[in-house]
Nanobody, 127 residues
Framework: VQLQASGGGLVQTGGSLRLSCAASGRAFSNYHIGWFRQTPGKEREFLGAISVLGGRARYDDSVKGRFTISRDNTKNIAYLQMNDLKPEDTGVYSC?????????????????????WGRGTQVTVSS
């Protein structure tokens, strides 16, 4: 599956952005979709992920209550809605796909567990 993240940009503290992760190729609905953030000098950070059919999601504590992940399997797209953005949310945001053994399999948080990665999109939050 090929992935492409988009929707990044410059936003003020407290603002909102919605990122999209468009997929092509293999069946999108076979994959959990995760969102990650990369900043200079730091390891790639797990933000959250959604299960294959969208019924389950998990989030890192740093974004819980501010970020929401959703997906539309009919359109092969996933979203990351980000509210109440903070300067520390600045970074390159990427989406990734993981094919689970079953639909009820655990949603991974480790980047190395994800099989496919899309090109990221820059998010900058000004103070």
């Amino acid at each position: 599956v090929q992935l492409q993240a988009s929707g990044g940009g410059l936003v003020q503290t407290g603002g909102s952005l919605r990122l999209s992760c468009a997929a092509s190729g293999r069946a999108f609905s076979n994959y959990h979709i995760g969102w990650f953030r990369q900043t200079p000098g730091k390891e790639r950070e797990f933000l959250g992920a959604i299960s294959v059919l969208g019924g389950r999601a998990r989030y890192d504590d740093s974004v819980k209550g501010r970020f929401t992940i959703s997906r539309d399997n009919t359109k092969n797209i996933a979203y990351l809605q980000m509210n109440d953005l903070k300067p520390e949310d600045t970074g390159v945001y990427s989406c990734a796909a993981y094919r689970p053994p079953t639909q009820i399999s655990i949603i991974p948080i480790t980047p190395s567990q994800y099989n496919y990665w899309g090109r990221g999109t820059q998010v900058t939050v000004s103070s």
